[in-house]
């Protein structure tokens, strides 16, 4: 699994809150979402200071800027955030369109990679903005099940 990932880089949290739940959020984007996914993950953190998160970023490019960015966020709001850069060889031959590019594998690589060492891992798409609490997320029991789903919804 390590041979798709080129480089990681890690922003961590200097200390956990107390009592609080941890979630852990992937994200899996190119290029073209790297500003979208900052601002979901803002806007996650924005609504939701009672939860410890650990974002994992899954992307094909990044730049000193984006990182700095990161480090910053990490920083500001006492949480940790991973970034892992794909080499896209790897996908470079699979079905794509024009509508979705071959970073959508990237979520199924961010399943799969991270189920080696946590339990849970929310995804989300680079265009979701966050409006509330994701605490109940943090409380769903699974026995047979092996993912919590909803469709997607157009309206605001």
């Not at 609080?20 to 601002?39: H, M, R, T």
């Not at 990679?113 to 409380?139: H, N, Q, R, W």
């Not at 099940?145 to 157009?154: G, L, S, T, W």
């Amino acid at each position: 699994m390590n041979e798709f990932i080129k480089e990681r880089f890690s922003y961590l949290a200097d200390n956990k809150k107390e009592n609080a739940p941890e979630l852990n959020v992937s994200y899996g984007i190119d290029k073209n979402f790297l500003y979208g996914a900052g601002v979901s993950i803002s806007s996650v953190l924005i609504n939701n200071s009672d939860i410890n998160f650990v974002f994992h970023v899954f992307t094909d490019y990044v730049d000193d800027d984006y990182l700095k960015s990161f480090n910053e966020t990490a920083k500001q709001f006492n949480t940790s955030i991973i970034v892992y850069l794909i080499d896209p060889k790897y996908f470079a031959d699979l079905p794509t369109s024009q509508f979705w590019s071959y970073a959508t594998y990237f979520r199924v690589l961010s399943f799969e990679y991270l189920s080696e060492s946590i339990s849970t891992l929310l995804y989300l798409d680079a265009d979701v903005v966050c409006k509330g609490s994701l605490k109940p997320l943090t409380e769903i029991i699974f026995k047979d099940e092996f993912a919590a789903v909803i469709p997607d919804n157009d309206s605001t």
